[in-house]
């Protein structure tokens, strides 16, 4: 049986690995970015002027890289697993174990899609900003929900590619 890594990925779900895999690279620019920014903050400090409102530029920035950085995470079957439990298992075995897992990210996926996109309009109809720099919070949300919307598409691609294992497929 292939290893659904190993797949070939074409239609729909090759143009959302593309989508999920391209949402990561962003992800890895705004992670760049903030270690940049706290570069410039802490030599700036060294000279007399910190770059203002560098903490809160890095609590956003990890936010929103983290969330990015999920769906590729399932998408490539990249999350933590317990192999002494699976090393002795059939192909079969792991693949319904992975397709449990894909059902669940999914559902976690749709639960914190929900509860952050309530969250955003809690934030947004409060007013609340950051401190130093009045950044408004909700702003944040936004590519969060992004990432949360892909989380669910790259459970949907990997409970495609698991059940595709289940049926002798390769």
Same mark, same amino acid.
């Given at each position: 049986?292939?290893?659904?890594?190993?797949?070939?990925?074409?239609?729909? $779900?090759? %143009?959302?690995?593309? !989508?999920?895999?391209?949402?990561?690279?962003? +992800?890895g /620019?705004? @992670? =760049?970015?903030?270690?940049?920014?706290?570069?410039?903050?802490?030599?700036?400090?060294?000279?007399?002027?910190?770059?203002?409102?560098?903490?809160?530029?890095?609590?956003?920035?990890?936010?929103?890289?983290?969330?990015?950085?999920?769906?590729?995470?399932?998408?490539?079957?990249?999350?933590?697993?317990?192999?002494i439990?699976?090393?002795?298992?059939?192909?079969r $075995?792991? %693949?319904?174990?992975? !397709?449990?897992?894909?059902?669940?990210?999914? +559902?976690? /996926?749709l @639960? =914190?899609?929900?509860?952050?996109?309530?969250?955003?309009g809690?934030?947004?109809?409060?007013?609340?900003?950051?401190?130093?720099?009045?950044?408004?919070i909700?702003?944040?949300?936004?590519?969060?929900?992004i990432?949360?919307?892909?989380l669910?598409?790259?459970?949907?691609?990997?409970?495609?590619?698991?059940?595709?294992?289940?049926?002798?497929?390769?």
């Amino acid at each position: 049986m292939a290893d659904p890594a190993e797949l070939r990925r074409t239609g729909w $779900t090759g %143009a959302a690995v593309r !989508l999920i895999t391209g949402w990561a690279l962003l +992800g890895g /620019a705004v @992670l =760049l970015a903030v270690v940049l920014m706290n570069v410039a903050s802490i030599l700036g400090a060294m000279f007399g002027s910190a770059v203002p409102g560098d903490f809160e530029m890095t609590e956003v920035g990890v936010a929103v890289a983290v969330f990015a950085f999920l769906p590729y995470t399932q998408v490539t079957d990249g999350n933590v697993t317990a192999d002494i439990f699976t090393s002795g298992a059939g192909p079969r $075995t792991v %693949a319904l174990l992975k !397709l449990l897992g894909a059902v669940i990210a999914f +559902g976690f /996926a749709l @639960l =914190l899609l929900w509860r952050m996109y309530e969250g955003m309009g809690d934030q947004r109809d409060y007013g609340y900003t950051t401190t130093i720099l009045q950044f408004p919070i909700w702003l944040a949300f936004v590519p969060i929900l992004i990432s949360l919307g892909l989380l669910a598409l790259a459970a949907l691609v990997s409970l495609r590619d698991h059940s595709h294992v289940l049926k002798g497929g390769a």
